[in-house]
């Protein structure tokens, strides 16, 4: 007898489906109780940092409650991007998830309609509630995740990622495999991305397959991945958040389809908002961690020297006092955090003070344009196929000062001004803020603010006058009744031309006769004794 199941592949997906997770699907009813990422390709090429066009993958994190977009991030794929699979790394799903606490900016040129004051967000309840929303921020919630629901890619069961989301207290459930119905909504809101989004790029859309893909794509002036991230954020603002979707409906008038933006003020109305604000030092954790030893030179990532800066000099002489850094299967190194994106400068982490050293790459002043670690992989393999080797920074770093300056002078694309900067990630804030000098003092009293008296500068000056006592109106009234000027004393006036008195002028008498001779000898500066007719003079 055959088996009914053999000819219905649904009956066979349902048969291999695995059973559902311990508690099942529970409510959700508050914004950020369940959340789901996933990563997929965009089927949109970029321009990379060679100039060449390549593949881009997204990664997405999508709120159960309200359908809304936490956070996105488009990453370009990579040399040896085909063997992982994947083009996402770790430390590109942290950037991401550093979104969800911050709110977006509106960028330049943006539709006056995407900010999140012209939306249906609460935004006069939001923005007393956090000072960093503003009349220039973008239509998004900003959703604090508790618990994320991924797949059983690399990149989300990586160490790192595992860290950051242990630090920020964000439990995490990895779905079932070949189950994409255990984060629904991460798979069907890139099936809207492609069909509201992508496919309107003007130039880069590959559809859905080659049969569908048009001509000649690679030899168009492709976006960069920065100018596709920012598409990207302005149609999440200005489209998907403000547009009904048919999985949010009113509990009490279902035939009311909400957007995800009224969903939200729905919910944070009953479940309150507060703001996760992080410091710059909290946001160094997001970055990639390395322990290293350091020296009295300072200490090596990849085989780049960093440095400590002048400011953090003496507190780099502490740690190096100390020693070890007595941490439990730490091997007596220190833990450092740095961006690969933007690897000039590093923080070394100071577990006993809990404090930061700010360290610069020692070669720092060579490479004015931004520069990726992946750049100087690629420059250090290059260096070291030319008989090199990839402990000579010094070489390194002159081969890719070489290449930016040939970057800078060869012919821009076209409609475009100078070469675009490399793919360098979401920018994370962790510099501290440049503290204010006059912070604390009180206001200064403008009106007992006195003048300085003047130093005479020639012995023609007169003396400064006496200050007079409290009380007085100014100057004596003169013998004919009116009050001399203030100014009347610089500018004394005999009627007769003589020069001032000495007691008036306080200068001596025989200071002006010195002055006097000597103009007398500039009339005749060539001697002679003027008989000289003038008409002689001027004659040619």
């Not at 942290?94 to 995407?114: K, N």
């Not at 809207?192 to 130039?203: E, G, M």
């Not at 080659?210 to 690679?218: N, T």
């Not at 780049?304 to 730490?330: F, N, V, W």
């Amino acid at each position: 007898m055959p088996n009914p199941t053999d000819k219905n592949p649904q009956i066979i997906t349902l048969a291999s489906t695995p059973p559902l997770p311990h508690g099942g699907r529970e409510p959700v009813l508050r914004p950020g109780q369940v959340t789901q990422v996933d990563t997929t390709p965009l089927r949109i090429l970029a321009r990379g940092d060679d100039g060449r066009p390549t593949a881009t993958e997204m990664s997405s994190l999508i709120d159960v409650s309200n359908h809304s977009v936490c956070a996105l991030m488009i990453t370009p794929s990579r040399a040896g991007d085909a063997e992982r699979g994947r083009a996402t790394r770790a430390i590109d799903l942290t950037l991401m998830l550093a979104q969800a606490f911050a709110p977006w900016p509106v960028m330049p040129g943006w539709d006056p309609l995407s900010a999140a004051a012209a939306s249906s967000l609460p935004f006069g309840a939001l923005r007393a509630a956090d000072e960093r929303f503003t009349e220039a921020t973008a239509a998004r919630p900003v959703i604090r995740p508790e618990l994320i629901v991924y797949d059983q890619g690399s990149p989300y069961v990586s160490e790192h990622f595992t860290e950051v989301c242990d630090r920020l207290r964000i439990a995490r459930r990895p779905a079932r495999k070949r189950t994409p119905t255990d984060k629904p909504l991460a798979e069907n809101f890139f099936t809207t991305l492609a069909h509201r989004f992508s496919q309107h790029v003007r130039h880069g859309w590959q559809g859905r397959s080659h049969k569908k893909r048009g001509r000649g794509i690679d030899r168009m002036p492709l976006f960069t991945i920065a100018e596709l991230q920012q598409m990207a954020e302005e149609w999440v603002a200005l489209e998907y958040q403000q547009t009904p979707d048919a999985g949010l409906r009113d509990p009490f008038r279902p035939h009311v389809v909400l957007p995800p933006n009224d969903m939200y003020a729905v919910q944070v109305a009953r479940s309150g908002y507060r703001a996760g604000l992080l410091s710059p030092a909290e946001n160094r954790f997001f970055l990639l961690p390395r322990w290293v030893t350091p020296g009295k030179g300072g200490f090596m990532i990849n085989y780049r020297t960093y440095q400590p800066i002048a400011q953090d000099a003496g507190h780099y002489r502490e740690i190096l006092l100390r020693g070890g850094s007595k941490l439990s299967g730490a091997g007596g190194k220190w833990e450092c955090r740095f961006n690969p994106y933007r690897p000039e400068r590093v923080w070394l982490y100071d577990h006993t003070e809990d404090t930061w050293v700010t360290c610069d790459f020692r070669l720092r002043h060579l490479l004015n344009d931004p520069w990726t670690a992946d750049m100087w992989q690629e420059h250090a393999e290059q260096h070291r196929a030319a008989g090199g080797s990839e402990q000579d920074e010094e070489a390194i770093a002159l081969s890719l000062a070489q290449r930016d300056r040939r970057r800078r002078n060869r012919r821009p694309p076209p409609k475009r001004t100078g070469a675009e900067p490399p793919f360098q990630g979401m920018e994370l804030e962790t510099e501290q803020p440049p503290q204010d000098p006059y912070a604390g003092l009180e206001e200064f009293d403008l009106s007992t603010l006195r003048p300085y008296p003047a130093q005479p500068i020639s012995p023609l000056a007169p003396a400064p006058l006496p200050a007079l006592p409290a009380g007085t109106g100014g100057s004596e009234p003169s013998a004919s009744g009116q009050t001399p000027h203030p100014l009347a004393a610089l500018f004394p006036n005999d009627g007769d031309g003589s020069p001032p008195e000495a007691s008036a002028a306080g200068a001596p008498a025989a200071a002006y006769e010195v002055v006097e001779a000597e103009l007398l000898d500039d009339l005749d500066p060539d001697g002679d004794d003027g008989d000289e007719d003038e008409g002689d003079v001027w004659e040619m």
